[in-house]
């Protein structure tokens, strides 16, 4: 199983950007799949999550209504759309699924600044 991230970067407040995660190594269409963040010395916040229908099941409150969770079956890639960044959003992001095991990327580092 491998999961890379990409689209992090910096942004100013409000602005938007697209996270992408590249899944390969299993069926994809079949896995629920999340995204999770971490600042530094905190615990990883579950961010969103999607079924394998497509359907988006879960988003934490200090994300409703700004980002938005998608899969690309085709692409086995899951986005994570965010728009109206703020400061606070700045931290590092997770792709995740599990199984049996539990599988995360890298990260990708997401800095909201002027």
């Known amino acids: 199983v491998q999961l890379v991230e990409s689209g992090g970067g910096l942004v100013q407040p409000g602005g938007s950007l697209r996270l992408s995660c590249a899944a390969s190594?299993?069926?994809?269409?079949?896995?629920?799949m999340r995204w999770y963040r971490q600042a530094p010395g905190k615990e990883r916040e579950l961010v969103a999550g999607?079924?394998?229908?497509?359907?988006?099941?879960n988003y934490a409150d200090s994300v409703k209504g700004r980002f938005t969770i998608s899969r690309d079956i085709a692409k086995s890639t899951v986005y994570l759309q965010m728009n109206s960044l703020k400061p606070e959003d700045t931290v590092v992001y997770y792709c995740?699924?599990?199984?049996?095991?539990?599988?995360w990327g890298q990260g990708t580092q997401v800095t909201v600044s002027s």
């Open positions: 190594g299993f069926t994809f269409s079949r896995y629920f």
């Open positions: 995740n699924t599990r199984d049996r095991s539990e599988y």
């Open positions: 999607i079924g394998s229908s497509g359907i988006a099941i």
